[in-house]
């Protein structure tokens, strides 16, 4: 659960002095914005767990609500709600300055099983194993999931805190999962391989299904080590910010996957989510779209 504030700057950023930006600040998060996006999907019950600061956290619940998302919110009253400034360039292209917030503090006590009760998959936001607080939480989930046989997906979600984790640790962690979602830089970064193809097919023989996303280039979706195919993306005439483009995808696919899609179709389905994203500012679908 994360406070974005989006700053749009059509020229370069100036540095020591002023840039002209348009500057909206916005509900978002990667686990956030994925659900928000399965419900536009198709999905009927979707619940997040998250944790927000007591400043924002009855804001937050409720932009989650008007979404048709089922909220488990905690709320920290001592640590503020994680915020994201997301600089995003005239190509739509974004930079984010993160501060993790309450969201490190998601703690293990924050969730219970009967959380999965009826579920049908588990999605998990890399950014909760990268802090021992929020990772202890993560793996309790993941674990309980696969005990009940509920398949796990996890998103690696961000390049530079997985370089700095280090990509061992982190393929530990995700250990269960059936499906990973990388974005090109970080299957580069898991596998030291500099194709996508070549990273998704490797990253295969570790997970049952893998799907790495290359934005507008579309996906590729890999099993058993293999390349099962390449998706499209639909073209974006005006691409407005790429904030949340990777989440729509998780939101869209995962929807499409329990709808009864093959992983092909589900891949085709997370990338009109994907450009759908990208013509908007901010993570989350628009009023009209939901």
Known sequence: MVTDVVARHGSPLAHGTDTKAVIRTLPGGAGANAACWAVRSGCAD??????AGAEAAAWHREALERAGVRAFLAVDQEV???????????????????????????????????????????????????????????????RTAVERGVAVSVDPASA??????????????????????????????????????????ELSRRFPRVVVTLGAGGAVVAAGGEIVGRVAAPRVREPVDSTGAGDAFTGGFLAALLA?????AAAAEGCRAGAAAVAVAGGRPPPAAR
Not at 46 to 51: D, S
Not at 179 to 192: F, V
């Open 260 to 264: 009864g899609a093959d992983d092909l």
């Open 46 to 51: 979707v619940r997040l767990l998250a944790r």
């Open 160 to 201: 530079g805190f997985l370089g700095a984790l280090g990509p061992r640790r982190f393929l530990e962690y995700a250990e269960g999962a059936e499906l990973l979602l990388p974005n090109a830089d970080e299957a580069r970064l898991l596998t030291g391989l500099p194709e996508p193809e070549g990273a998704a097919a």
């Open 80 to 142: 503020a709600t994680a915020t994201v400034i997301a600089l995003v360039d005239a190509d739509a292209e974004r930079t984010f300055l993160t501060d993790g917030g309450a969201v490190l503090r998601l703690a293990a006590e924050d969730f219970t099983p009967s959380m999965l009760d009826g579920v049908g998959r588990l999605h998990l936001s890399g950014y909760l194993l990268f802090a021992p607080v929020s990772r202890s939480a993560a793996l309790l989930a993941l």
